[in-house]
């Protein structure tokens, strides 16, 4: 009785036990940062290899899946105090803000060169944007050896469609955090399938207004800026997608309640942090950055 009363728990803090994850995921790390180098190298060589990067891929998923597998079921067994929870909201609140200043370089980069389209910097910028932004298309420059810059985009076509997208899938996630927090599992299970799905028609117009840029990415400023910029956030936008289609699953598997549903919230703040960020890239980018060179259609 005893021994017993000595391991009880005094305390509203999860001491997890120990887990092979976080080795395990700095394995997968590493050999995976090590096969996109060779991968490069193979493509350089002219004989580009993917499986180089297949065993890295591997254990990184094996590991998000063992690794948040472990956290859900300490959340069922009620490891997940008010304190812990707390900490967690900390945790994430401080991830977003990495992410924001994350947005913050390739936001400096865009307007490094947008406000200083002549400067003089390895050579002047004069001779490759016309010393103007955006640039005037590269026929026009007559330097040789650039990558193709055409025109920018018309903001107020498929850009404007997709800013309407994301705020719609905005609302929609808050949809479903209100119905959790009045035990609306189908409003729950609605609200999270049609967030999802609208993400996945984000990124579908993105893909298509990629292939119909007027500029690559290689080799020219604006559109290593532009893709850059806007690439990154696709990425956190297909990150944000699948961190709501597993609450998804796990809502109609009946894991939420209103009192504890901290993976929900922290994909809910994830998502309106997407958004955001897409609204700066849809001023600044798309609209300020347009010009008098974008096509009309």
Request: glycine share 10%; hydrophobic share 50%; proline share 4%.
């Amino acid at each position: 009785m005893a021994e017993a009363h000595a391991h009880a728990k005094h305390h509203d803090y999860h001491l997890v036990n120990p887990s092979p994850w976080p080795i395990v995921g700095s394995i997968g790390a590493f050999a995976l940062a090590i096969g996109v180098l060779f991968y490069f190298m193979s493509r350089k060589a002219g004989d580009p290899n993917l499986w180089y990067v297949v065993p890295g891929i591997l254990l990184v998923i094996i590991t998000m899946f063992g690794w948040w597998s472990d956290v859900i079921k300490e959340a069922h067994e009620g490891y997940e105090t008010p304190v812990v929870q707390l900490h967690l909201r900390y945790g994430m609140i401080l991830f977003i803000a990495s992410e924001v200043m994350f947005f913050v370089a390739w936001f400096w980069a865009y307007f490094d060169a947008a406000l200083y389209p002549d400067s003089a910097i390895t050579y002047a910028r004069t001779k490759v944007l016309g010393g103007q932004w955006p640039p005037i298309p590269s026929a026009d420059t007559g330097v040789a050896g650039l990558g193709d810059f055409q025109h920018t985009f018309n903001p107020w076509g498929l850009p404007l469609v997709n800013t309407l997208i994301l705020l719609t899938s905005g609302t929609t996630v808050t949809y479903a955090h209100h119905s959790l927090l009045k035990n609306n599992r189908e409003g729950l299970v609605f609200g999270l399938a049609v967030t999802v799905a609208l993400g996945i028609l984000f990124t579908v117009c993105q893909v298509y207004e990629y292939a119909h840029a007027g500029f690559g990415f290689a080799n020219h400023i604006y559109g290593s800026t532009f893709f850059m910029a806007t690439g990154f956030h696709g990425f956190h936008v297909i990150v944000g997608t699948i961190f709501l289609l597993v609450c998804l699953f796990r809502a109609v598997g009946g894991d939420f309640t209103a009192k504890q549903h901290f993976g929900f919230e922290a994909a809910a703040w994830y998502w309106h942090f997407v958004d955001v960020v897409w609204l700066f890239l849809f001023t600044f980018i798309y609209v300020w950055g347009a010009g008098t060179n974008s096509p009309a259609h």
